[in-house]
């Protein structure tokens, strides 16, 4: 199969790639305008590859996309462009609107074109999977906030959408746009909802990079609020390979949830990257001094919380790692790979904090 994957240079979409290549046979075709968060040193270790194609192509554009759909002709398509960071939403929403919704239409329309020149057996294997995320559920009650003992709802397939972010809200529209281009035309699609990612190149202007980049360097570890926010961390190599399952052998139509099963306070992981620092790179005083509390974030969620049962029932997947084995394996690769955290940088960000008015 060959497979077009969008954003394939960016962090979950450089891990699909990788993993396409490296653990199967089908072929993959690239597609990424390489944004400041998308870099082809993350897929150094494939290429290169005869199964592996690369077009530099923004999704805005229509007539590219046209042209990449003649020149290549995939069997599927996993669309993972996206503005993605909540901050950058705050300071600056217009690119979010552009990307992810006027993005997901053209792309929308571009698959469309191409997929009815298919004959029927060809239209009948096709796929359009919509990679999209947990908070366009909007929040969870949070334990502090009930009764001791209350069970604790989770983000089912069928909850409602309530976003509370520019960038949750563009998530929320581009998925209602892929549904309707079912409903409406027939195009074959699926949605992923995912929880909060985290792993190897992971661009640094994300909580867990960040954390473990300003620690080696001495600097302030910024905790939003008082650091109880809820997460469910999802390691994004099993993330990866569950988007893999969905797309070859899901079902058109269906939406399926994508969590880590791992809940955790921001202020608990801070810590244990602190932990972890401490035992492998230990200096004369604990990271945890350097963690500071700031002011919160404008409109933040307090607790996401995935249940990922349909995609174990149905499709036999569940994570692999646990969280304290995926974050022991992502400070390593970070101790590991400093000429590629400076590189992503490259003096257009200096981890400054976003989203402030």
Aim: charged residues 25%; hydrophobic residues 35%; proline residues 5%.
């Amino acid at each position: 199969m060959k497979i077009l994957v969008t954003g394939g240079a960016g962090f979950i979409g450089s891990a699909v790639v990788r993993h396409i290549i490296e653990n199967t046979n089908d072929s993959v075709v690239n597609v990424d305008c390489l944004t400041y968060a998308g870099n082809l040193e993350s897929l150094a270790s494939i290429e290169p590859n005869e199964r592996y194609a690369f077009e530099q192509v923004n999704i805005c554009s229509g007539a590219e996309l046209d042209r990449v759909f003649q020149t290549h002709k995939p069997d599927a398509v996993m669309h993972l462009a996206a503005e993605s960071h909540v901050d950058r939403s705050i300071t600056g929403p217009a690119t979010f609107i552009e990307t992810n919704i006027v993005g997901t239409y053209t792309l929308l329309e571009a698959t469309r074109e191409y997929w009815n020149t298919l004959d029927d057996h060809a239209k009948a294997v096709f796929r359009f999977h919509h990679i999209s995320t947990d908070e366009v559920y909007g929040d969870l009650p949070h334990p502090d906030d009930v009764p001791e003992g209350t069970e604790l709802p989770m983000f089912l397939e069928t909850t409602s959408y309530e976003p509370s972010s520019p960038y949750s809200a563009s998530k929320a529209s581009s998925d209602h746009l892929v549904r309707a281009w079912l409903r409406t035309y027939g195009l074959p699609t699926i949605v992923t909802n995912c929880s909060n990612n985290y792993g190897p190149y992971h661009f640094p202007e994300k909580l867990i990079p960040l954390v473990i980049l300003n620690a080696l360097e001495g600097k302030e570890l910024p905790v939003y609020g008082k650091g109880d926010q809820i997460r469910d961390w999802l390691f994004v190599e099993d993330h990866a390979r569950a988007l893999y399952k969905v797309v070859t052998e899901g079902e058109i139509g269906e939406t399926y949830n994508i969590g880590g099963h791992n809940e955790k306070k921001n202020i608990e992981v801070v810590e244990a990257i602190c932990s972890i620092l401490d035992a492998i790179v230990p200096k004369e005083v604990p990271y945890s001094e350097q963690i500071t509390y700031v002011q919160d974030r404008p409109g933040h969620d307090r607790r996401y919380a995935i249940d990922s049962s349909k995609m174990q029932h149905k499709l036999a997947w569940t994570p692999v790692e646990t969280f304290e084995t995926g974050l022991k394996k992502t400070v390593q690769w970070y101790l590991d790979n400093q000429k590629w955290c400076q590189n992503v940088q490259d003096g257009s960000y200096q981890r400054e904090r976003l989203g402030m008015e």
